[in-house]
């Protein structure tokens, strides 16, 4: 029987703040699950396909941009990394065609060679593309099959008079050569897109898919006729998204990645060995969800036999869920760190000073963060009688979480705009504090500034899905454009999120001058930083605090919804609710109806008192917070109400008290809700909400500087190095062990 990712754990509290390095409840079951792990081996074999650098001629020559993608090599290593060191690949069985290799020649060559020829029964064989997808119209086919997708290799060109022969890869081609495979446990990824969307550019990411779509011929006529243009793809497909549909890829802290491949791989490294396919898409397309909106929705395909299952890449990881790995050095440089578990929003903020943890020889090793560039990252032993060989390998753990005290909002100005718009913006963005705005596509930002795109119908309605719905400020003529008309003269500038979608109620239906504008949503901005910096406090995979907490609905039906909980902590028993809820909530996307009611239900299975921190943040740019009061007697003399208090260890409560649920926020079209639970009294945070600061006892209340509240929660988890003591300005630190915060987001119908 495999480990569950809780049994690994169960045993774990990891308390090492202070450089203690026991654990060894925690060394002991680890080897258990290495043993667990040691099943009879298959041999894995993995060919990965990644492409940059495009030539002009492969997309369009008259096309006036830079058509290079950026961020398909970077999909490419973190497949491998994945494979590797969590599932077990030898790297001799991990084949890389990158660049100028990725021929289509080459291609087929690499799959017949490395996975039809060498695969047997019962291996397991994974093909991973990214880089440019098109469709194609395949002269003299059907005309059911007439439309094809394709992948764009690096030798494409478009069909001419001159030579009417597509020179793009189909996938059919790949189809029928993967048939003599001998084994069906075949897992393909492809994250590239066949959407004809006009544009490169979308947002602050970049499209995987040619603009446009060409009509050629197939080499010759006997070629057409023995190609299974309508077979399906063997085994298990996972798509970055559905035929048709858009694919990006997206910048982030000094690299570039599919949107689908770093959601993908981030899901991996955190999934549990019995994880199927639907449940790691659904993780993986809620990441997407967060990170570009609903425009990238992923898509899976399983035609896996029935005994097989579809399970995550039809394996079981081969070491524990992990923030990354130490790569293995030959010779005297640093030791290396690959990041790939460590969400993004954390890694671009991670801070040297951070302290991750391995094991070596039977002990936990602390490792201190020196610096980091893309996703690894140079990582020192606290004590230097460990041996680097000795840790190679090992998955790594977050101790503590180093952040730098100065974060900004990242505002990009949308390439659309006219410089002198442009530079307008520039000014007034400047002086709003914590606010810096840089131009589209330089690097990640957390929302855009600009007015309603122009360009084909077809792609304005796909850049504002809902946008009409969405906004009661936009009129008639706003939603006209977005709907795929002209853009009204009198629609002003707003926000949207990177990938273009508005975000609702910053937009007015008359003309504004850009520092106007700026100066209406200064407020809103504020609160765009205030949940980024929230964000940043998110640990389920890595907090040691016991705690769990369920989103369940109360009306119309009464059902369980989504259950988070500590992953590390060493709880050995949730209690019955949670546990029932486990087994019943969904992994879909939450959607709820207008008239509907949801609670929460917290349980603390620590050994300590937890104090509460609710808080959420809506579409509408509102911020509502609750939380508990550390003392029985209130400054004013008056008796605190018992539900009010901090969470005593064992203890399961409901919020609200009575039962009753809260209702949806007005014309909200998505909340994200964030449980703060800290083994220290929240003493920042409740002086921000006043003297009489909403609590379980009296419900939720509006905060009317979000800001300031997530600012003073950053400063009451954090707590002084003890390795280094450096101005309390610099930095904060926060100890896995002593706080956990758990993300709960859900849509309004």
Known sequence: MTLKRRAFLQQASLALGALGVGGTAWLTTYSRYQEALAKPARRRLALLIGINAYPDRALDPGVAQDIALRGCVTDVELQRQLLVHRFGFQSADVVTVINEEATRANILTAIDEHLVRQAQADDVVLLHFSGYGSQVRVVGAEPSNALQAAWV??????????????????????????????????TTVIDAGSQDAGYLRWGNSRVRSRPTVPTGMVSSPTEISSLPLDAPWPGLVLRAADLGRLVLESYWDGFSAGVFTYALTQSLWETEPDSTAKVLIQRAGSRL????????????????????????????????????????????????AWLGGVPPQVL????????????????????????????????????????????????????????????????????????????????????????????????????????????????????????????????????????????????????????????????????EAVKTTVNRLTPYLQTLLALKLVRLTENHGASQVGAAALLEAVQPKPMPLLVQLTERSPAVTWPLAIRQAQRSATDDPIMLPRDGRIGYRLANTSTQILHLLWISFDSRGECNALVTLPDAIAADGAEVPPVALPLSPGQLISIPADGAGWAMPGVATWVEAYVILSTQPLDQCLAVLGDDPPSLATGFRPVPQPLRLAQALLQDLSTSSDEERKPAADYYALHHDRWATLSFRYAIA
């Open 348 to 511: 671009r903020y991670l801070q040297p000073g951070s302290r991750l943890m391995a094991e070596a020889d039977g002990a936990a090793v602390l490792l201190r963060l020196e610096s980091r560039t893309g996703l690894k990252a140079v990582v020192r032993p606290l004590e230097s009688e460990v041996s680097p060989p000795a840790i190679a390998h090992q998955p790594l753990f977050e101790q503590v979480r180093r952040l730098p005290q100065t974060i900004d909002l990242i505002v990009a100005l949308d390439s659309q705009l006219k410089r002198v718009e442009r530079v307008d913006a520039t000014s007034a963005l400047s002086s709003i504090p914590l606010v810096t705005s840089v131009t589209a596509g330089e690097k990640a930002a957390d929302c855009l500034f600009g007015r309603l795109p122009t360009g084909p119908a077809p792609t304005l309605t796909a850049a504002l899905p809902n946008a009409g719905e969405a906004s009661p400020k936009l009129d008639s003529d706003a939603r006209g454009a977005s709907q795929g008309g002209e853009r009204s003269a009198e629609s002003s500038y707003g926000l949207f999120a990177p990938n273009r979608t508005l975000l609702p109620g910053t937009m007015l239906a008359k003309e």
């Open 289 to 336: 969800q967060r990170w570009v909106g609903a425009d990238q929705q992923p898509g899976l395909s399983d035609r896996l036999p029935p005994y097989t299952g579809p399970t995550t890449y039809g394996l079981t990881p081969q070491l524990p869920p992990a923030a990354g790995v130490l790569l293995p050095r030959s010779d005297e440089r640093p030791l290396t």
């Open 153 to 186: 290799t690096v030798d494409s060109r478009l069909p001419s008079e001159a030579n009417p022969v597509l020179g793009d890869l189909l996938e059919a081609e790949i189809v029928a050569q993967l048939k003599s495979l001998a084994t069906a446990n075949l």
